[in-house]
């Protein structure tokens, strides 16, 4: 028998070590490992923590094999560790129904929950009894998932399964956006309960997508169907959020120690390495003690004068736990590795010899490292007086199986019994590396012969969406659509991915569908969502702004590819050439450079070879051992003649397109179909007898019902200017209204009102009522626009959206004649009236939510609603979209001008705090409404008008100009109000243009104390007109 090697006794001595401090503990049947001998509940964090060293033991021992007894202890130990996955794993799928209602509601009721029974895998304590909402629990989880997976370990074992983790990627994906308990599941440190967004989540959030994406569960034996896809821009967008908060942890903690799990093992999650020194500095700085770290300033765990019998602090009582915090050797376990994976050989043996000295010896002399260590209750005046001088004690769980577990890494580490890409297979320790330059391809279309003729006038050599045919060419919303297919399992009850918006990173590839190639165009100019789109100067704005943001952020194998069409609305107002700013951008973009970003223009089919592409594999026909058909249309009647398919040409007619768990199809199952099958040449028919005039008009009468039928299925899907998309000139003319009259009044009729014009002789029934459908009449004799929105505006109030008008036949709902004014409205760009629909219509911005979330990740709270309180509202913490909207709408008291202002403000304050920080260094707290009274005040002595006219010419701005002057007065510059004539309608429009900073000082010129001098003003005669009420009320008492 072969002796054994030194390398062999100390792996076998680190193996008796993980057995009698972990692997001991677990339970035989569920895998699970408890939080200690007294704590008997498995928790997630700390269960994935503690079984990682057992995994590390499992690759030292298969890496160093000096015998087949060690290649068979490799696979005992690496059966632990699967055990243990998939017992979370059974805990998680008993709770799939909080991670469906998660998706949309993101509410801490509705979340996985943190801790389970250890025999049973079931919950232990209500939804409400506990902290569970922790994200980075669940990220962690998902990251040695893949981490493991990529190692070779077989942990998902079915399609089912898989299913299961691409709904999990869903559930912490809007990580950006959720206020969670944090890993120390209290939430802010006053242990109030009280949620909030914490970094360390948004960290791991990020890495684990990082580490999921494209990733097969199944390993090498694996296929498409057992790949999970994440969506860049959220990745992205926790990039964002992340890096704006570090090296604060959260609003209540100014930092905190956890963050190292962030910064560096084990998710590696921030990419700048300059922030990441900024933040390890911070920590070590001033949460270092002489045993560990403290998690944070302020930290009344476990220490003398915490009242064990209460959960929660007083805001004031935090002071009494200044100094005393009880210090942590976890955080210097993480030291050792973060040393290991920099190559700091110093680092790591300065922290190694610290851990040695504070750790306590065990049964038969084995080293453990313990939970924390206090300040003794006699000896706190002490520790007040003169900090980190009083020897502690330690308290808590001896050991700390999750620090137990990363010493144990660090010691495989440090001694060479594996290498630091043995533990991190899939090289997140390489996010820090600069990135490459990159060139973002621009491929300009037209949406009509027309304009591409106007385009080539000015030396733009593009085509239209026809000429680009084989690739089909479709709204970001149809990506949507095909997104929330991914993941569906009806056995399961997993409804996929919530539909929502798609981002320009994900818009930027090219798709493979069915065979068929897609690309998709930016998500920013669709106009049907909300208004903002439908004025150029801001879709040229968006434009620059993602462009620049791929540049910055682009991280994917191939270039990115932006589809930028050219419509009717980016033409003057005679449609006779293009609108001045987009014309210049489109200048810009054939330069080489745009918004800091390195540009090719081309054509469509000259990228393909140098660009991204992503396989959606779960959109291939599921065959069934069905043949793909496609139909033939016969020369002498309708009858249709079934022609087997083969090979690509199935995508040319596919009939049999389904998804998986959805046999009878959908309404995006038939509008891609029928897509794929209008779009492609008719294949030659099947008999040679000659095509006579019936057959002609029937094929042509075919083809007329298909593309109407197709017409009516995209407008289900909620695609707008649909003949963009749709290869068929039969709806290129733009046809008259069916139910409203065209106005045929420019003067000021045009001219938005705010309120129900008192004009409207509001017709009333033999009750004395109004009569209603009177009022109905006489929208069909009213040409004025303006007077068509107060008519609908009082059927709006007083009947619903829903109501049907029957202008004109049954099935004319009020929602119907909105939709077809805020078309028109929108031609001529009557802002004012735009807001007023876009208001009955109940539009939003699709990204309020994340808009909302940059703001308070910068530390900025937010307000909404106009002042006093109860009726403005304060937002602290990041709040789901539904729950969102419905406090502005809250808020703003059904008041239009505070509604839609509102929106459109939050939008502009991000994007404005993500360009220039700079402006709200001076300002905590961000007031929309006082805000909104302020640009109406600018407005009035600008104009010389009322309070009234000036809301009103607020309301007309276009959303550029509302733009310009919001960033005019954040910044102090001087600026003019122009009123100007429009030459479509003979409306009057206001301008705002800059006048220039000559003689200001800088703090003038950085706006702020402009600003803050305004809103106190306002505030000053609010409360004085408060003041002057009560002293009259108590007079006339």
Known sequence: MRSRSNSGVKLDNYARLVQQTILCHQDPVTGLLPASEEQRDAWVRDNVYSIVSVWALGLAYRKNADRDEDKAKAYELEQSVVKLMRGLLQCMMRQLDKVEKFKYSQSPMDSLHAKYNLHTCATVVGDDQWGHLQVDATSLYLLYLAQMTASGLHIIYTRDEVDIIQNLIFYIEAAYKVADYGMWERGDKTNQGIPELNASSVGLAKAALEALDELDLFGANGGPGSVVHVLPDEVQHCQSILHSMLPRASTSKEVDAGLLSVISYPAFAVEDIQLVNITKEEIISKLQGRYGCCRFLRDGHKTPKEDPHRLYYEPAELKLFENIECEWPLFWTYLILDGIFINSPEQVQEYREALEGIMIKGKNGVRLVPELYSVPPDRVEEEYSNPHTVDRIPMGKLPLMWGQSLYIIGNLLAEGFLAPGEIDPLSRRFSTIPKPDVVVQVSI?????????????????????????????????????????????????????????????????????????????????????????????????????????????????????????????????????????????????????????????????????????????????????????????????????????????????????????????????????????????????????????????????????????????????????????????????????????????????????????????????????????????????????????????????????????????????????????????????????????????????????????????????????????????????????????????????????????????????????????????????????????????????????????????????????????????????????????????????????????????????????????????????????????????????
Not at 859 to 876: M, N, S
Not at 987 to 1012: C, D, F, H, P, Y
């Open 445 to 1037: 279309l037209a949406e009509t012969e027309e304009i591409k003729a106007i385009l080539q006038k000015h030396g733009f050599n593009v085509e239209t969406v026809a000429d680009v045919y084989p690739i089909r060419v479709q709204p970001a919303r149809i990506l949507s659509h095909i997104y929330a297919r991914l993941g569906r399992n009806r056995r399961l009850g997993l409804t996929g991915r919530p539909c929502r918006r798609m981002g320009v990173l994900g818009t930027s590839k090219f798709y493979i569908i069915c065979n068929s190639i897609f690309t998709f165009t930016p998500q920013f100019i669709d106009q049907q969502q909300f208004y903002l789109a439908l004025d150029n100067r801001i879709i040229v704005e968006m434009l620059r702004t993602d462009l620049s943001y791929l540049c910055s952020r682009w991280r994917m194998t191939g270039r990115p590819t932006v589809t930028f069409p050219i419509s009717q609305t980016m033409l003057t107002e005679n449609q006779l050439d293009l609108d001045p700013p987009v014309l210049a951008t489109l200048r810009k973009l054939q330069d080489g450079y745009y918004g800091g970003a390195r540009i090719q223009t081309g054509k469509l089919s000259e990228f393909l070879t140098t660009s991204c592409f992503a396989h959606l594999s779960f959109m291939d026909p599921k065959q069934h051992g069905k043949q793909f058909h496609s139909s033939v249309y016969s020369d002498d009647d309708e009858d249709v003649i079934v022609r087997p398919s083969t090979g690509l040409c199935s995508a040319e007619g596919l009939h049999a397109f389904h998804f998986a768990d959805d046999e009878e199809g959908d309404d995006l199952t038939a509008y891609l179909d029928q897509l794929l099958e209008s779009g492609a040449p008719r294949p030659s028919p099947v008999t040679d007898k000659p095509r006579g005039g019936l057959g002609l008009f029937r094929s042509a009468a075919h083809q007329t019902l298909d593309m109407v039928s197709l017409m009516k299925k995209a407008k289900g899907l909620n695609v707008q200017n649909v003949q963009m998309y749709i290869p068929s000139k039969l709806f290129r003319a733009r046809h008259p209204s069916l139910h409203l009259l065209e106005s045929t009044l420019p003067q000021d009729c045009q001219a938005p009102r705010m309120a129900v014009s008192s004009e409207i002789d509001l017709p009333k029934d033999s009750s004395g009522q109004t009569d209603y459908r009177a009022l109905v009449e006489q929208l069909k004799t009213c040409p004025c626009f303006q007077d068509q929105a107060d008519i609908l505006y009082i059927l709006f109030k007083n009947k619903g959206l829903d109501w049907d008008t029957e202008l004109h036949g049954v099935g004319t709902t009020v929602k119907d004649l909105l939709t077809e004014l805020y078309n028109k409205v929108g031609a001529i760009r009557q802002w004012g009236l735009i807001r007023m629909i876009s208001f009955m219509l109940k539009k939003k911005v699709e990204a309020l939510d994340e808009a909302c979330s940059d703001l308070l990740a910068h530390q900025k709270h937010l307000t909404v609603g106009l002042p006093p309180e109860p009726r403005e509202k304060t937002i602290a913490a990041p709040l789901p979209p539904d729950e969102l909207t419905k406090l502005i709408d809250e808020a703003s008291d059904n008041n239009i001008t505070i509604a839609m202002l509102t929106q459109e403000i939050m939008m502009y304050l991000a994007m404005n705090i993500k360009s220039q920080p700079s402006l709200f260094s001076e300002m905590f707290r961000l007031r929309i409404g006082l805000i909104i009274q302020v640009m109406a005040t600018e407005l009035a002595q600008s104009l010389n008008c009322s309070g009234e006219e000036a809301t009103e010419s607020l309301m007309s701005l276009s959303p550029s100009e509302l733009k310009n002057l919001l960033h005019h007065i954040l910044s102090g510059k001087e600026f003019g109000v122009e009123r100007s004539v429009r030459s479509v309608d003979a409306s009057q429009a206001i301008s705002i243009r800059e006048v220039g900073n000559v003689g200001a000082t800088k703090s003038e010129r950085a706006g702020i104390s402009k600003l803050k001098s305004d809103m106190k003003q306002m505030e000053e005669r609010r409360l004085s007109l408060s003041m002057s009420r009560k002293v009259i009320g108590l007079r006339m008492g």
